[in-house]
């Protein structure tokens, strides 16, 4: 059983740094990772890129912009996306991930996948530094044993269910108490299994309702205790464009106002597929939270 603590006797012992294949990066300032989906069906359709020269293209896009990581992804996790076999994801995923690691050798590289095939691959045979998991090992009973083998930092997302059918779960009595055990439980599982390094992300629109997306958004600041950096993922999502009655093409504004929810509240990595405007958000946000008073 998770035992609570005060908020005061973790603040300072978070978490800040990622050893990223023998390379230590600090996180004392928020980081902005970009999205890149290699997919034909991701629900934003501006961050789907098929071809070598397109995803290579926005690459310098978003490094020019100041991403501080790409995330790639070759299977969506929409609701209700089709599911594809794991020989067609690598099929995606493994020539892009050559040209990316050629192109730009020091770039930090996550892998957005909830398979342990996919992300040996990845880790073996293109030195990806990170591995993003939407499914927190549930998908895949091999993924914890993967990671603790690779020695990777690894992204726990909260989810219940499958893309396919996540929907039919976004039911819970409390929100928050209910993430909390969930990270409680599988965070302990992996330090025990010799993982260092992990990142929670609460996994916003995965299996939740809009009003449990704001409720988790007001109570982000208690994932802090499990010191721990935080990703927030809520680019474009359907939480800002159907409550502003729009659509994902039409959610940057919205996006970026969440954004600065999430990072007044702990975030310590955004996920977006807006790249310059993100960068933008934690250098005010972090000029702001600078000359607040110590006692706040």
């Given at each position: 059983?998770?035992?609570m603590?005060d908020?005061?006797?973790t603040?300072f012992?978070?978490?800040r ?5 023998g ?39 978003i490094y ?5 990581i790409?995330d ?11 599911d ?26 996550s892998?957005?996948t ?5 992300a ?30 690779l020695k990777?930092?690894?992204?726990l997302m ?18 928050s ?77 919205g996006t ?29 946000i ?8 110590l006692?706040?």
């Amino acid at each position: 059983m998770f035992c609570m603590m005060d908020a005061k006797d973790t603040l300072f012992s978070k978490k800040r740094s990622l050893n990223l294949r023998g390379r230590i990066i600090s996180i004392n300032m928020p980081m902005v990772m970009g999205i890149i989906n290699v997919t034909p069906d991701s629900f934003y359709s501006r961050s789907r890129f098929m071809t070598e020269h397109q995803v290579l293209k926005h690459c310098e896009k978003i490094y020019s912009d100041g991403a501080d990581i790409i995330d790639l992804g070759a299977y969506s996790s929409r609701p209700g996306a089709d599911d594809i076999s794991l020989e067609e994801e690598k099929r995606r995923l493994g020539p892009i991930l050559e040209s990316i690691r050629l192109r730009f050798p020091e770039a930090i590289i996550s892998v957005d996948t909830f398979r342990s095939e996919v992300a040996s691959m990845a880790v073996n045979d293109f030195e990806v530094d990170i591995i993003n998991d939407i499914a927190g090992g549930d998908l895949d009973n091999k993924m914890f044993n993967t990671i603790a083998t690779l020695k990777v930092p690894y992204i726990l997302m909260h989810i219940k269910g499958t893309p396919q059918t996540m929907q039919q779960y976004s039911f819970y009595k409390n929100i928050s108490n209910e993430i909390m055990q969930y990270f409680a439980e599988k965070v302990n599982i992996l330090r025990q299994m010799g993982v260092a390094d992990l990142i929670l992300d609460p996994g916003f629109g995965f299996a939740k309702t809009i009003a449990d997306n704001y409720n988790l958004l007001a109570n982000l600041s208690k994932l802090q205790l499990f010191n721990l950096p935080i990703l927030v993922g809520i680019s474009r999502k359907s939480m800002i464009y159907k409550l502003l009655e729009t659509k994902a093409e039409e959610a940057l504004n919205g996006t970026t106002v969440i954004n600065s929810l999430a990072l007044l509240n702990g975030a310590d990595i955004i996920r977006v597929h807006d790249v310059k405007e993100a960068v933008e958000c934690v250098k005010l946000i972090s000029e702001y939270k600078r000359h607040l008073p110590l006692n706040n």
